[in-house]
C-alpha cells in the first residue's frame, strides 16, 4: 500500500531546527507561524528543492545546466516526494512586449480565430501579431508607445561635456560612454553647450555612424561614433533593458503612437472585424466581457477554438482576475494577480498526484476574491493532487485538511514546529496562531474628532467615474475594494493632486546581492567609519566591495565554478568562510567583533554594542523586521519584508507627512498585523502623519479611522465610491462585499 504522507525527518535548512513533518497526500495543508519563523524553508527550501533536484538529475548534464539551479536542502530524508510545482509571487515578466494575452497563449488563440473568420480576409494568424513583422505597426514596432527623449532634460546647456552636461549615467564625467564624445575630436569639450552652433549639436545628438576622422589619441580604434540620441535608443529603449530606468524615466516622453493609436498593429489587422470589433477591440475587453463575446459567435467552423478561448478565460476568471484585458503587460501585474495567473495555467492540466506548493496566494485578494481561490484549491484537491499553502489569512487557514504551525518567534528563535494538526485543534492551541484566531481584533467605535481633510474632486482616470473623496487629516485611513476596484487609480490620482505624498509600495528594491539592509538604510558608511576611528586603520578596509574584500571570492562570500555542460557549481568562498572580508580586515575587532560579525547581527544586538545607530535599529524592530541579519541581501527580501524596510526609512528621513501604504499586511502573521496597527497609529501620534493603506486586511480594516470603499465589483463594473465613513457604519448599515466580509469576520 503507498504510504498517503510526505515523510520529512531532519530539516535543518536556514532556521528549521531538526525537524520531522508529515504532508498527508491528496489533501490541502497549510504551513502557519510568525514572518521568519521557517515557512520558506521548510515549504520552498526544503521540499520543492528535494524535488526539483531529483527531476533535475533524470536530464542529461547539458540539459541539466539550462534548468533552474537549486540549493541541496539540510535535510536527513524525504520520503513519498511527488513532482512537485511552485506557484509563487515572482513576476512573469518585465518585457513590455509581454502581455497577459502573449503569456496564457490566448492571444494566439485568437489570432487564430480572427485569421478565419474576420472579414476582409487579411491571410494568416502572424498577420494579427504585433510581435512579428508580419503584423506589428511600423511606426512603433509594435509596442503602442513612442517614447521619444526630450533634449531639455538630456542635456544641461549651461555645462560643457567636460563639467557633466549630459545627465544621465556613463555619460557624464568619469563615465566610459561619454568618452565616445570627449575623444571623438567634433568638439570644444570646455565649451558650454549654449555657445555651440547648431551644427555641433545636431552632430551631437543625432550624428550618424561614423569614424571620426581626427579622434584624439585616447580614441579606441575599433569605435564608432554614434549621436547620443540614437544611442541611448539603441542601448537602453530598444532592447528592454532594465537598467537606469528611473534615470530613463527622467529623459523619456511616453505617447501614444500616432499611427496605430495605441493598438499596435498594421492597419489591415485593425480593419480586420468579427462582430464589428477588431482584435485590438477584444484584447482591450476584460476578461468577462471578453467571454460573452465570444458567444456571441454563432459561426459552427470556429467552435473548438471558441471552447478553448472560453475555457481559457474561464481559468482566469475563477481566479479572480475577470476585471484584466488580454493588453494588460505583464510587468504591470501585481505578485499576486501573477500567482493567479500561473495558477489559472494549472487548471486545465491532465496531470494528477502533483503536489503544488503556494506562496501566500491571499496577497492582494479581497474576502470575496479569496472564496474563488479557495475553491481553484479544492478542484486541485478533487483532481487528487496534494496542496501546500504558506499563508497566515484565517479564510485560508480555516478550509486547510491539516496545519503545520512553525515558530514561536523569529530567526534563530523560530524553525521549530509547535503545532501539527486540524483547524479546530490550532485554535485552541498555545500558539500565536492560535491565539489570533481566537481573538480577531476588535471593531473601532470611538474616534478623535476629524479637524481637517484632504479632498479631491471629479476625477476620472482609468475606471473611476467622477468621483470625490475626502481623507481625514492625521488619521489612518483604509482604502477598501475587491481586486481591480479603482483602489490603485484612486492613491494615484490622490498623489497628482499632493505630489509630497510618500507612496511605499512591495516593488523590488534595485539592488544587487551586494545591497543590504545596511546600505539601504545609508548606515553602512558610518559603522565602517566607526570601526576606521577605532582601529585606526583606512576606511576602505572595512568595505567588501573595496580594500577589505577578500582577494579570492572578491567580496561576494562564494565561488562560482562554470562547468559547462555539465552545470554550474556555487559554493562557499573558503577563505573568508562567506564572510565577504580580507582576513586582515576579520582579525579587527571593535566591542568584541569584526566587521562581518557585526553585519551578521540582527537590530537589537547591534544596537547593543553600537549605541550610535540606536535609531536606526530601533525602527527596524518597529516595522517588524527585529528578526533579520543586517548583512541580508535585498534580492533575498519578500514583498511584505521589502515594504517594512522602505517604511523603516522613510521613518529615517521623514520627508513628507502624508504616507500611503500598498497592502502593508501582506506577509504579516495576524499577530504581526496587530503591532502594526499599533504602529501605525503610534506614528500618526507622534509624527503628526495621515496614513492611506490600500488593504483587505478585515483586523486592520475594523481598527482604521476612516474607510473609503471602491466597487461594487472590479473593472468597468467598479470604480465608484459606495462608502466613507467609520467602519463600524460600514458594519452596521454597508451592503457592500466589504460590509459583508466585516460581518462575517466580526460576527
Known sequence: ????????????????????????????????????????????????AASQRQVNKTYSAYVQQLLPQFLEPEVTRIKNLPF??????????????????????????????????????????????????????????????????????????????????????????????LSRYTEAGFFDNNLPLNKWSAQKLELLLYGKRQTPPHPTANWHKSAFYVGLIPRIQQTFLNKNNTQYQQELQHIVKIGVCPVCHGQRLKPQALEALINNKNIADCSALSLVDLYQWL?????????????????????????????????????????????????????????????????????????????KVINIFQRLRAQGNTVLINDHDPQIIAMADHIINLGESAGNRGGYVTFSGSYSDLKNSSTLTGASLRNLGTL??????????????????????NINVKIPQQNLTAITGVAGSGKSSLISAFKRQYPQTAVLNQHLISGSNRSNVLTYLNIFDPLRRYFAQQTQ????????????????????????????????????????HGQRYAQKALKLRVQGVNIAEAMNLNPQSFSQKFPFLQTAMQILQQVGLGYIKLNQALDTFSGGELQRLKLARFLLKRTSDILVLDEPTSGLHESNIQELIVLLQALIQKYQLTIIVI??????????????????????????????GRPWELFNQGKTLTARALQQYFK
Not at 449 to 462: K, L
Open 537 to 576: 586603520q583606512s576606511l576602505g578596509l572595512f568595505s567588501f566591495n573595496s580594500q577589505g574584500a577578500c582577494p579570492i571570492c572578491k567580496g561576494k562570500g562564494v565561488l562560482k565554478m562554470d562547468l559547462a555542460y555539465m552545470g554550474s557549481s556555487v559554493s562557499i568562498c573558503e577563505a573568508c
Open 1 to 48: 500500500m503507498v504510504n498517503e504522507n510526505i515523510i520529512v525527518q531532519g530539516a535543518r535548512t536556514n532556521n528549521l531546527k531538526n525537524i520531522s513533518v508529515e504532508i498527508p497526500k491528496r489533501k490541502i495543508t497549510v504551513i502557519t507561524g510568525v514572518s521568519g519563523a521557517g515557512k520558506s524553508s521548510l515549504a520552498f527550501g526544503t521540499i520543492a
Open 84 to 177: 512537485t510545482l511552485v506557484v509563487d509571487q515572482k513576476g512573469i515578466g518585465n518585457n513590455r512586449r509581454s502581455t497577459l494575452g502573449t503569456y496564457t497563449d490566448i492571444y494566439s488563440a485568437l489570432r487564430l480565430l480572427f485569421s478565419r473568420i474576420a472579414q476582409p480576409f487579411i491571410g494568416y494568424s502572424m498577420n494579427y501579431s504585433f510581435n512579428n513583422p508580419a503584423g506589428m505597426c511600423p511606426r512603433c514596432e509594435g509596442l503602442g508607445q513612442i517614447r521619444t527623449i526630450e533634449t531639455n532634460k538630456l542635456l544641461n546647456f549651461e555645462k560643457s561635456l567636460n563639467e557633466g552636461a549630459i545627465d544621465f549615467p556613463t555619460f557624464q564625467p568619469g563615465g566610459w560612454r
Open 444 to 465: 473601532k467605535s470611538t474616534y478623535q474628532p476629524i479637524a481637517e481633510f484632504y479632498q479631491i474632486n471629479n476625477v476620472t482616470q482609468n475606471n473611476l467615474q
Open 295 to 371: 458567444g456571441s459567435i454563432t459561426n459552427s467552423s470556429v467552435q473548438t477554438i471558441i471552447e478553448e478561448l472560453q475555457g481559457k478565460l474561464d481559468n482566469l476568471i475563477t481566479a479572480g482576475l475577470g476585471y484584466l484585458s488580454l493588453e494588460r503587460t505583464t510587468s504591470s501585474l501585481s505578485g499576486g494577480e501573477s500567482q493567479r495567473v500561473k495558477l489559472a495555467n494549472y487548471l486545465n492540466s491532465g496531470l494528477a498526484d502533483l503536489l503544488y506548493i503556494f506562496d501566500e496566494p491571499s496577497v492582494g485578494l479581497h474576502a470575496f476574491d479569496l472564496l
Open 695 to 724: 488593504e483587505h486586511n478585515l483586523r486592520l480594516i475594523g481598527q482604521a479611522d476612516w474607510v473609503v470603499d471602491l466597487g461594487p465589483c472590479a473593472g468597468a463594473q467598479g470604480g465608484k465610491i459606495l462608502f466613507s
